[in-house]
């Protein structure tokens, strides 16, 4: 099997569920935390003694909030990483943090603990769009958290924004991408709003209560916010993706690339390849029943073997999520053939990419491949 060199870790716990969230994130139980770190360490700990790992190239904290986490506990958490596992010295070590809990003295425990990008949650600066998304943070908090990551040394900050906001203009959302840019960060990620079936915000547009966005109006704002950012200096190198020179995200380019990923915690997924093979598989998703299996070391909940064809279609889909694209594998020629014709993606030497419209129409590419 080709070891893994990148980690995700999940941390499930948020302060209150966001009325758009589809994650394996709950609101409430603050206090499994502790119990909730101690199955993580069993975990990790059988993941490495069964397992191929190579030093590690990136490691992920993400959720969920990890940043709701009590200082003592993320660092016992970034220690038990580093004590379980090789970390290359300039590893990717990334955590997601909400501005709502994030403060000086949990910022000095993940510089401490090796943590040297924070992704922050920002979503939006417009009270409005924030109000739809029922997030408890506002634009004020974001700034005050920046400030603070900053003094606190951290000089990799990447920050989450959402667009096609029900009742969101394009100049309200084009405001919110220079407050955003005002606050100097090194990577953007803009993500356009899904409604997803079992979530509040998916029930309120069935019962009328938002209304739905038209599409248009969605590719204005990317489009609009893609303008300004490179006008920023930022490269646009995957969907929803943007960053300054050198500061891509090693973590998410691993998976973009297929590469190994091990999975940690509760509904983590993990990836692996041997040869030919490929296969994932998926924890537990639910925390109290997610420790209570890992006690038992039974916290993989299924697995499923990817046939060649299947791996392949996924490696060439996730591969045509990034500017750069990839060689492509063989048995793709008619549909690769048919997207160009549609002007979605283009051949350069042995590599093929998704062109500015086929970045912008993934889901077009994916569908035509998968
Ligand atoms: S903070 Fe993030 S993970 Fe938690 S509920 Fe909100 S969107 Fe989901």
Redesign the pocket.
């Known amino acids: 099997m080709r070891p893994f060199a990148h980690l995700y870790v999940h941390v499930?716990?948020?302060?209150?569920?966001?009325g758009?969230?589809?994650?394996?994130?709950?609101?409430g139980m603050d206090r499994l935390m502790e119990g909730y770190q101690e199955a993580l360490e069993l975990e990790l700990e059988r993941a490495r003694d069964r397992l191929p790992f190579a030093p590690l190239r990136t490691v992920y904290f993400g959720?969920?909030?990890p940043s709701l986490l009590p200082a003592e506990l993320a660092a016992r958490m970034l220690a038990h990483v580093r004590a379980t596992f090789e970390v290359e010295l300039n590893a990717e070590i990334t955590l997601?943090a909400?501005p709502a809990s994030t403060d000086a003295a949990k910022l000095d425990s993940w510089r401490e603990g090796g943590v040297n990008r924070l992704s922050l949650?920002v979503?939006g600066f417009d009270p409005r769009a924030l109000a739809v998304?029922?997030?408890r943070s506002d634009g004020r908090q974001a700034e005050q958290a920046e400030r603070a990551a900053r003094a606190a040394g951290f000089d990799n900050l990447s920050l989450d924004l959402i667009y096609a906001v029900p009742y969101q203009t394009t100049s309200s959302w084009l405001e919110t991408v220079h407050r955003a840019l005002a606050l100097e960060p090194e990577h953007v990620s803009c993500y356009c709003l899904g409604f997803e079936e079992g979530t509040l915000l998916h029930r309120r547009r069935e019962r009328g209560l938002v209304p739905e966005v038209d599409p248009d109006l969605a590719w204005e704002q990317l489009d609009a916010a893609d303008r300004v950012l490179a006008d920023s200096g930022f490269e646009r190198y995957e969907v929803s993706s943007w960053a300054r020179a050198g500061r891509r995200s090693q973590h998410n380019s691993a998976y973009w690339a297929c590469r190994p990923v091990y999975g940690a915690g509760a509904g983590a997924h993990s990836y692996a390849t041997d040869g030919d093979r490929a296969w994932r598989w998926w924890n537990v998703a639910r925390p109290r029943e997610y420790m209570a299996a890992a006690r038992a070391a039974r916290e993989e909940a299924d697995r499923e073997e990817l046939g060649a064809r299947q791996a392949d279609a996924e490696r060439l889909m996730l591969g045509l999520r990034t500017r750069a694209g990839l060689e492509p594998p063989a048995g793709f020629e008619t549909e690769i053939g048919e997207l160009e014709q549609l002007g979605l993606l283009e051949r350069l030497d042995l590599r093929v990419r998704p062109t500015r419209r086929g970045l912008d129409l993934h889901n077009q590419v994916a569908l035509a491949v998968l």
């Open positions: 499930p716990f948020c302060r209150h569920k966001c758009y969230c589809d994650f394996n994130a709950y609101a959720g969920g909030t997601e909400n949650g979503q998304l029922e997030r």
